[in-house]
Each structure stands twice: as structure tokens, then as C-alpha cells.
């Protein structure tokens, strides 16, 4: 089934296309600007936010995630979108560079608040595994056809446009992403039974996250992606421009290439998943993806300059990455209750970026200030240790439904008959029955009918083991090693 005969996905993939255009136009726009108001400085302007850019994306994502259940969605989103097209409209009119960093910043906290939300909605509509997955390859492809499509977009409206009016076409397609988010039928978010306030329901969602092996592993992939990543869009200009003595052109090809192989390999990852699975396939594209890099080191170091060989090496390099980290969607939907999916997909977000930022300095610098070849042997250094830390955090045994125990507990939570914890006694004869019969559970002490309305009252759970899908939720608040471990 293809993902695209579901409404609600074509409209919220068609607004993340419209959004994904302006961004990249904005980028070039930024670009100019940054020349504009610091001339030579200008690269360390752009830099500059580049890290303000990374440290929006770790701080604000976990907190949006922790308030995404408590807000409606819809609103949520569109009101996000129209900030930022407000934001984007007032940069053609700034005069100093700090102008620049606040409404930078301030954009990219949106777009923090703003994804994470968006990604744990798409799982609620695509329902199925398969469909969910080339859910996940259409927004890699839409990705990839962004970073060729925008700057090729924005030469051509700077024919006609200032750089000024790159930003006004940005904040136009801010507006339509709302207007089709608004046209598009988003289903309630599923209750929680997290209770607390936004610091304990963001620290949820980065606890559980880190205390899930696999999501362990995929974090490990995650900095590995962001160190081959950051070597291509850091370096190759430098590769292209002072190794192999090539243009603008040659610099454009490459990054062509890298989006290409990119874009083959989106196109594949369905059927490779089905052939072999996600940890096999996400093991195999950073440890191809690293070696490439190391490849790259021992071409310069042996003094080859061959500009077709480092273009192939882009191209796998490309689509190493992506066989990396597409399916890891997949991963985090599993990984995460129905209500608490906008709190993992956060984590995910932020802590995923935390690699970028790492990375962006160690192969930024070194690129600058050592031999390009230096720049090369660290991006693939540091991405096959990401790749080796991801086989021994994320077993090979990664079954869904896991035997575990339960103590006796007390808490209160939203609940109904059909919940799979609701075997539990009520009330003031819940402590009567604790003491009389310690191992009884699955009592009532007062009879709820057959009403299927969610009722919260404080309750006690007996002392169970039992099999089911697990999840860190409020339940189970830590990993099982075995089925006697109590969780």
C-alpha cells in the first residue's frame, strides 16, 4: 500500500516538501546576508549559527516534547508554522549580526517545537509497518531533492528577486505548510498516563529514550551518520576547490552525488528491510559509510587526485547514511506507547542532533587547521566507533514482547477494562486484600460495568509476571535482563 492513498499523509507530506523548499532558500539567503552585513567574516558568522541552530534543536526539542501531549496538535503545528513565517519575514529588514542570531535562533526553536510533533503523528496515520516505511523513504527523498532542488531555485529567483525576497518566498511556504496542515484530518493524541508538569514529562522522554538498548544503538548510528554527514557538508568545498582544483560546478556535482546516492538508496530501503531487517541494514550503511571516509583519507594521503573516485566514494557515502538512518522512524515508533510517542520522538531529535554538533566541530576544524586527509581519517574514525557502539548497545535479540515482573505497587493513572494493567483491587479493601491474599490480583472491589470510558482513581497493581510488547512508560521504568527482573 502506498502511503500517498491516505489522505492526511499527502497533505502533511506536501507541507513538509513546501517547508523543506523555503528552508533551503532561506539558507542561501542567510548565506548572502551574512556576506552582506560581515564580508570576510562571513564564514564565521554562518557558523556561528550553525551552532545556535544545534543548541535550539537539543534544548527546546525535549521540552516540546514533554508539552506535545498536553496541547492540541493541529493548533500546535500551525501556530508553530505561522511564527516562523513571522520570524522569516522580519530577517530581510535586520541591520547588525546579533539581529541575525536572535531571530535565527528563535526559527529554529520553532522548527525544534515543531518536527518531532509532526514525525510522531505521521506512525498515527500510516498505521502499517510497510507503509509506515516507505513513509520514512519519501521524507528522506524529499530531503535529498530539497538540497538539490532550493539552490538551484534560489539562482534562478535571483535573476528576477534580491536576496531579501528569498526570505518572503520562505515565509510564504511557512504559510502554506499551515494551510495544509489546517486542511488535514490529524487524529487525537492517545492518552498518557504521565502526570507531573514539563520538567518531569521532558525528563521522561529522554530517560525512557536512553534506557531503551535499541534506541540506545540507534543513537550510536545517529552520531555516526553525523560524522560522514558533516565531513560532506563541511568539506566539500575544500575537497573539491584546493585538492582536485575544481569550480563552483565541481563543488555542486558533488553534493549532487552524495543526494543522489541518497535518493537510490530511499528508493531501496523497503525491500532491503524486508530482506534482512533494520539492524542488519543500519549496520551495513555506516560501516560502508565510514570505510568510504577512510577511503578517502588514503587517496590523499597517496596523493591521488581523481576527481571521479571521489565522487563515487560521495555517492556511496550518500547512500550509506541513508540505509543508516532512514529506518530508525521505524525504531522510535516501536519504542514508545501510543500517548507518550511525541516525547520519544523528541529525544530522538535532540540528542540525535547533539552528534551534528560534535561533529561539525572536530571535522570543521580539523579540515581548517590539518591536512584535509587528517579531516577524512577522523570522520571515519569516530563514525566506526558510532558503528561498533551501536552492535554492542542494540542486542541482536531485540524480541517485542518481553517476560517481566512487576512488584505490588500504588498509583494513579488513566484506565480502562481493556488495559492490559488493570488487574488490580480499588480502594480502602485493596489494602485488605494485599494483607490477606499478597499473590491475588485481577479483583474488583467495586464492579465498573462494561463502561469503556477511561477512569483515574488511585489503585494498587499485585505482584504479576506476564508477556507483552514493553515500552518504558510509567508501568515499566527500566529495561528487563530477565523475565524475574522486577520492572
Known amino acids: 500500500m502506498s502511503p500517498f492513498s491516505i489522505a492526511a499523509f499527502r497533505h502533511l507530506f506536501s507541507a513538509q516538501v513546501t517547508s523543506l523548499i523555503g528552508t533551503g532558500l532561506t539558507t542561501v ?15 564565521r558568522v554562518l557558523g556561528s549559527i550553525l551552532v545556535l541552530k544545534m543548541v535550539a534543536y537539543l534544548v527546546i526539542a525535549p521540552v516540546a516534547g ?42 529554529n526553536a520553532a522548527s525544534a517545537a515543531f518536527t518531532p510533533v509532526f514525525q510522531a503523528i505521521i506512525p498515527e496515520i500510516v498505521e502499517d509497518e510497510r507503509t509506515y516505511t516507505k513513509g520514512l523513504s519519501y521524507a528522506r527523498l524529499a530531503y535529498d531533492l530539497e538540497n538539490l532542488i532550493s539552490p538551484a531555485l534560489a539562482a534562478a529567483l535571483l535573476f528576477v528577486w534580491s536576496f531579501g525576497s528569498l526570505f518572503m518566498a520562505n515565509s510564504l511556504t511557512f ?23 514539563v520538567y518531569a514529562n521532558t ?17 550510536a548510528v545517529h552520531f555516526a551518520v553525523s560524522c560522514v554527514g558533516a565531513m560532506i557538508i ?26 543522489g546516492g541518497s535518493m537510490i538508496a530511499a528508493f531501496i530501503i523497503p ?29 590523499i594521503v597517496n596523493g591521488v587526485q581523481t576527481a571521479i573516485a571521489f565522487a563515487a566514494l560521495w555517492v556511496l557515502a550518500g547512500a550509506g547514511t541513508t540505509f543508516a538512518q532512514t529506518p530508525g522512524g521505524r525504531l ?7 500517548g507518550d510517542r511525541s ?4 529525544a530522538n531529535f535532540a540528542l540525535s542532533h547533539g552528534g551534528w554538533l560534535i561533529a561539525y566541530g572536530v571535522v570543521g576544524w580539523l579540515g581548517s587547521l590539518a591536512d584535509l586527509s587528517v579531516a577524512f581519517m577522523a570522520s571515519g574514525g569516530l563514525a566506526l566507533i558510532g558503528a561498533m557502539a551501536a552492535i554492542m548497545l542494540w542486542p541482536k535479540q531485540d524480541p517485542l514482547e518481553i517476560d517481566h515482573s512487576h512488584p505490588g505497587f500504588w498509583h494513579e493513572h488513566p484506565h480502562d477494562h481493556d488495559d492490559p494493567h488493570h488487574g488490580h483491587i480499588h480502594g480502602g479493601d485493596a489494602q485488605v486484600m494485599q494483607e490477606n491474599n499478597p499473590n491475588h490480583h485481577g479483583v474488583h472491589s467495586r464492579d465498573h460495568g462494561r463502561d469503556k470510558q477511561k477512569h483515574r482513581h488511585r489503585h494498587y497493581h499485585p505482584p504479576v509476571k506476564h508477556k507483552h510488547r514493553f515500552v518504558i512508560d510509567s508501568h515499566h521504568t527500566r529495561w528487563p535482563v530477565d523475565g524475574s527482573e522486577m520492572v
Not at 522522554?205 to 536512553?210: E, I, K, N, P, R
Not at 516525547?343 to 523528541?346: M, P
Open 29 to 43: 539567503a542567510l548565506s548572502l546576508l551574512a556576506y552582506d552585513l560581515a564580508g570576510a567574516d562571513a564564514g
Open 66 to 107: 514533554g508539552m506535545a501531549h498536553l496541547l492540541p496538535r493541529r493548533a500546535w503545528l500551525v501556530g508553530l508554522d505561522i511564527l516562523r513565517a513571522t520570524i522569516v519575514l522580519c530577517l530581510p529588514f535586520v541591520d547588525q549580526i546579533w539581529q541575525v542570531f536572535v531571530l535565527v535562533f528563535v526559527v
Open 175 to 197: 504559510v502554506l505548510s499551515a494551510i495544509l496542515i489546517v486542511s488535514t484530518s490529524i487524529p487525537r493524541a492517545a492518552a498518557t498516563d504521565r502526570e507531573g508538569g
Open 203 to 219: 525528563r521522561f522522554g529522554v530517560m525512557a529514550y536512553l534506557k531503551t538498548p535499541r534506541l540506545r544503538g540507534l543513537l
Open 234 to 259: 563541511v568539506n566539500t568545498v575544500v575537497l573539491t576547490r584546493s585538492v582536485l582544483g575544481g569550480t563552483e560546478i565541481l563543488t555542486t556535482v558533488f553534493l549532487a552525488c552524495a543526494g
Open 271 to 299: 525491500k532491503m528491510i524486508d530482506a534482512c531487517g533494520e539492524r542488519r541494514l543500519m549496520m551495513f550503511g555506516i560501516f560502508a559509510a565510514a570505510l568510504v571516509m577512510l577511503i578517502g583519507a588514503m587517496l
Open 332 to 338: 522510535v515508533q516501536r519504542s514508545a506507547g501510543a
Open 343 to 346: 516525547a520519544f520522538f523528541a
